[in-house]
């Protein structure tokens, strides 16, 4: 019932700005809600953003006022707005999904484990030069 399509990174400079997004390829009844986690060479994958519908959005401390997730459901899309892009922002960025937000959310927090979610994108690099 999920397969995510990412779009393409790109490379900015600092100060730019670059929008991701994460599309459900295959048609579904349900409401999947998305995040977007990233991951930098040599360091653990972290969360970024998460849209979780009615308990709002959640924004990792690094991201908070620089970056805006947000979600269509009619169109089954993600997306992560991200301004003021700085090179520590430098890393692969990944969209994952579930039908449930709490489970998203415990994902995010390292309370599950990420393959408990119901699907993961394959990643878009994004890459902010100085």
């Known amino acids: 019932q999920v397969r995510l399509v990412e779009s393409e990174g790109g490379s900015v400079q600092a100060g730019g700005s670059l929008t991701l997004s994460c599309a459900n390829a295959?048609?579904?009844?349900?409401?999947?809600?998305m995040g977007w986690f990233r991951q930098a060479p040599g360091k653990e994958r972290e969360y970024v953003a998460l849209?979780?519908?009615?308990?709002?959005?959640q924004y990792a401390d690094s991201v908070k006022g620089r970056f805006n997730i947000s979600q269509d459901n009619t169109k089954r899309t993600a997306y992560l707005q991200m301004n003021n892009l700085q090179p520590e922002d430098t890393a692969m960025y990944f969209c994952a999904t579930d039908h449930n937000p709490s489970l998203l959310f415990a994902v995010a927090t390292g309370r599950a484990p990420p393959d408990t979610l119901a699907a993961w994108g394959r990643g878009s690099q994004v890459t902010v030069s100085s």
């Open positions: 849209y979780l519908g009615a308990s709002g959005t």
């Open positions: 295959l048609s579904t009844t349900k409401t999947y809600y």
